[in-house]
DNA sequence: TATTTCTTGACAAAACTAGTCAAGAATTAT
DNA sequence: ATAATTCTTGACTAGTTTTGTCAAGAAATA
């Protein structure tokens, strides 16, 4: 589990495009600029969201990038793992070996992933529109309480 | 915003000690063993927990670790903080300068605001007794909706 | 055709992770 | 007292990852 600023770069560099879309297209020079960020590692970044779908680029004099998707269509845990890779977490330290503590059984798997999950489920709720709108704030939410979880079904 | 090795070794270490409870102590060398972790790199980690209060230590023959507080007092943010340092994250590159792009404002700081919300309020919901009742699986939950924001007030 | 802009891949400094190692301090058993 | 055991502390290090830079090239347009 990580989060550098690449995946950073990759929401910030998102948000600008957006907001450039009555323009039309934005060039790599005015979103380094405009965020202080260098250009040329911004490059990679965006190279990588446009091989993948989400931005489209323009070459040429007055060319730049667009969005290549609708912005609510854009949902942040997409982007992250396209970035960051996939959030996962190892309980335990064992690599090949069947997981077994003195407990004859790995206690600790069940925190990260569901920490994983949790983390994952917030961001796929999260799109580009959310950002732009400023929909995000107070959004986070306690865990299931252990007691609620018996009558539940577990997703 | 990271969890490296340090953090679940912390968790794992801490499981096993309290799983030792009836022994009363439990080395160092014995955690390492079971876990299959070095132990001279385990060592930093409890005196760290140590240090801070969260088990003791007692030297000599038969020594070993034991909590310092109950299983249900160790909570899995204070843990995690401690080892891993504050999760916080910066939306946007702005260093001294403030922070606004093309937008004239920062639409980025909320989202990885709240994110850090989102884990810390699931790692603080969960101690150590939930760890070894196995009361993890199921309990992360979708954020609130933008539409439900309206009338609830933002912890 | 020249200029602009994106594209790709190689390269590299700095920071961080995941340890190792060694000298020492405290405690207990003998 | 002494030896053995166990924790304590801090310095050191190899390897990886992050955060970039740089250069050569391809595509588009004026």
């Given at each position: 589990?990580k ?40 490059e ?30 854009i949902i942040?845990?997409d982007?992250?793992?396209?970035i ?7 309980g335990?330290?064992?690599k ?43 959004r ?12 539940m079904?577990?997703?």
């Amino acid at each position: 589990m990580k989060l550098t600023t690449k995946g950073r770069y990759a929401v910030l560099a998102l948000t600008e495009i957006a907001l450039s879309e009555d323009k039309n297209l934005i060039k790599i020079s005015e979103i380094a600029k405009s965020q202080n960020i260098s250009s040329t590692y911004l490059e990679q970044i965006l190279s990588n969201l446009k091989r993948n779908g989400f931005v489209k680029a323009v070459r040429g004099p007055n060319g730049g990038y667009k969005l290549a998707l609708k912005a609510e269509d854009i949902i942040m845990s997409d982007v992250i793992e396209l970035i960051e890779g996939k959030i996962e977490t190892k309980g335990c330290s064992q690599k090949h070996i069947s997981c077994t503590g003195i407990s004859g059984k790995c206690l600790n798997h069940d925190l990260w992933d569901e920490l994983g999950k949790q983390i994952n489920l917030f961001l796929s709720h999260i799109s580009l529109k959310d950002i732009l709108e400023g929909n995000i704030l107070g959004r986070s939410r306690a865990p299931i309480l252990p007691q609620d979880c018996d009558n539940m079904t577990i997703n």
